[in-house]
């Protein structure tokens, strides 16, 4: 693994100018953080912790007002948005699908932004269907509005994988759906995240599905950085917000321990 | 006889090309102007607050107007501009049917498509922008591969809404020189010919549900991706559209155009004059249901050759003057007044039309009145009915003033139907106009004005200035002047008004010619 990180933020900061009167509020308050190539980092916090306006900030969906951004190695701000964009894949909450696109027209839209031909962007569709395992001839003319949750988020993926992007941003991407579905999933991104060669930066709220897919956690309150690592150094952190956070997996791991014997039928 | 043997349903399908086509022909016009002019518009707004909040109110304000008040407008406003553009760089336009009507229903058509397409990119799901922002869509890619197509049925509506509105205002273009379906409505209202009423209405309602099902059906195409439909419908308004074109071009220019007023004895004088002209050998055609306003303009721009005016209507209303003289003065002044315009007083045909007050015969001998005179001292317990412009016109306040007339009340109504409220008592006095038919018919007596408030009303020829010299047009409607008298008029008019198939203006006209021409 190379030295150099694949995202870098140092020292970030953004604010939002509150509503009529009252003070701006910062939603990311110097953040530095960096996610080496290859990895899978999650970024853990509640709402109003400032994790989706941090992962907006790398592709350029919102600038930052102080510090630097850096991705592949050039800073953001030197590269068009659009361009930066279109190499960085992006998953959005409950799929972000467009409603008047078929699934095939989904995925195979920044294809079509960049100018790849009609031809390839068939077949591609057709490879990433097999790849976010979806049945081609069933789903490929569908809409959105005829798919499942846990389907429309398959095509999401598809749809971030299609321009063959070496980084993949995702924001909450399994937070709606049932247990189940989010498992499978979560699994299935795991998997092609390892087999693709990607860097992968998921934000959640959910610190069990973190601890499941991530190489990494970063934990994030009020805009600010409170402790990152891997689930063993979280675990040492003094914060007592980390503390706070981690103490739900491992009841909820003590409690299912009990209640599902390990010889037991599942 | 039934209802569907009459022979003014023929009469009203032989119309149909030319009303038609005009009709759409306008309507279309204006619509596209209107999109082109509202869709940018509501681009430019959609994320400017201000804007938006201008244009919506500038356009709802528009809409307030009613559409005859705003298709009136228009022609003035033309008519100044046309009269500058020839003084500045020479070139000067009609301001009389076509550009006033598109410019009038383009600005009504504004209001739905703005509307529309600001509501519809408004309602966008933020998240679905985002999207388009995440994969990478410039703002121009965001707005036509998702916005406006997300948009589009919200758009569509307010489309269809502009289409059927545009539709039915532009019957009201008729007054403004513009012949359209309104044409039929116009006619049949003034000579109560109800088939001509209920047969403009029906195809302007046929027209705007035939209209709005081809922007439909554009509409499911573009939506369920099937070009096929979409190209059906774009293919049916082209058709529509070139079908109106094919009589148009069919029909040769007629070399004389005749201009009509809004009532009765306009439409069978328009149609005498262009049975005169045709006989004379010269192709002629009738410009009907001229607002009173307008029809003069018309004439000085040359929009029409001829028409037939009344005396002491010029002489108050487009001279503004207010004094009042005896008939021979008035009309000799009138004539160098025109002169001046070099508009041709050719002569007069011999009748007075002017504004009278009426009441039913029975009732005048039973409180024994003959004169305005003797009214005035009934006038407070009796009501008054008049046409839409006579209060507000000077004979009015000259009868108030000579007479000192005070009526409990005063109300307004479709010249055609004041008779006959006259007649059933629902009304006391009418002002009535002298040469209507309809006196006789539901025995009406006309009082005398004894202290001459009214200015008399000699009906004259007017030939526009450029037909000053035109000696066959003279001598094509010599054989008119000086020849109508007053009863004879009166029963033209009541023909007129006879509701059946010998009613029409132009069967009349025969009737009329047949009587003062031999």
Known sequence: MENAPLIAFAHVGKSFAGGRGAQAVRAVDDVSLAVAQGEFLAIVGGSGSGKTTLLRLANRLIDADEGRITVEGEDVRAVDPIQLRRRIGYVFQSGGLFPHFSVAGNIGITPKLIGT????????????????????????????????????????????????????????PFGALDPLTRDALGDDYRELHRSLGLTTVMITHDMTEALLLADRIAVMRGGKLLAQGTPAELSRSGDAYVGELLRTPRRQAERLNALLPRDGAA | MSFFSDPRWGEAFAHLPDYLGNHVRVSVTALALGLLISLPLALAARNR???????????????????????????????????????????????????????????????????????????VDAAILEAAQGVGMTPRQSLFQVELPLALPVMMAGIRTAAVWVIGTAT????????????????????????????????????????????????????????????????????????TLVPQAARSPSSYIVGAKTFAEQYVLSALIAQRLRAAGFSASSREGLGSNVIFEALSAGDIDVYVDYSGTLWANQFHRTDIKPRGELLTELKTTLARQNITLLGELGFENAYALVMPRKRAEALAIRSIADLAAHARDMSMTADYEFFSRPEWAGLQKAYGLQFRTQRQMQPDFMYAAAASGEVDVIAGYTSDGLIAKYDLVVLDDVRHAIPPYDAIVLLAPKRAMDEALRAALAPLLGRIDIATMREANLRAAGGDGAASPDAVARWLWEKVGK
């Not at chain 1, 003319?141 to 063959?164: C, I, M, N, T, W």
């Not at chain 2, 088939?195 to 403009?200: S, Y």
């Open chain 1, 117 to 172: 031909p009609p031809e390839e962007i068939s077949a591609r569709v057709d490879e990433l269907l097999d790849l976010v395992r979806l049945d081609r001839a069933l789903y490929r003319d569908r809409f959105p509005h005829e798919l499942s949750g846990g389907q429309r988020q398959r095509v999401g993926v598809a749809r971030a994988l299609a321009a063959k992007p070496r980084i993949v941003l995702m924001d909450e």
């Open chain 2, 172 to 243: 009201l273009s008729t007054p403004i020189g513009q012949t359209s379906l309104g044409n039929y409505i116009f006619a049949g209202l003034q000579t109560q010919n109800w088939v001509f009423v209920l047969f403009g209405c029906v195809a302007a309602a046929v027209l705007a549900l035939a209209v709005d099902q081809l922007l439909a059906l554009i509409e499911a195409g573009i939506r369920h991706r099937s070009r096929l439909r979409a190209i059906a419908g774009g293919v049916g308004i082209a058709a529509l559209v070139a079908a």
């Open chain 2, 49 to 123: 607050r201000a804007m938006r909040g201008a244009l919506l109110g500038l356009a709802s304000i528009v809409q307030t107007v009613p559409g005859l008040a705003l298709l009136a407008l228009f022609y003035p406003l033309l008519l100044a501009l046309a009269a500058l553009s020839l003084s500045w760089i020479g070139v000067g336009f009609s301001a009389f049917g076509f550009l006033p009507a598109v410019l009038a229903l383009a600005l009504y058509s504004m209001l739905p498509v703005l509307r529309n397409t600001i509501t519809g990119l408004g309602g």
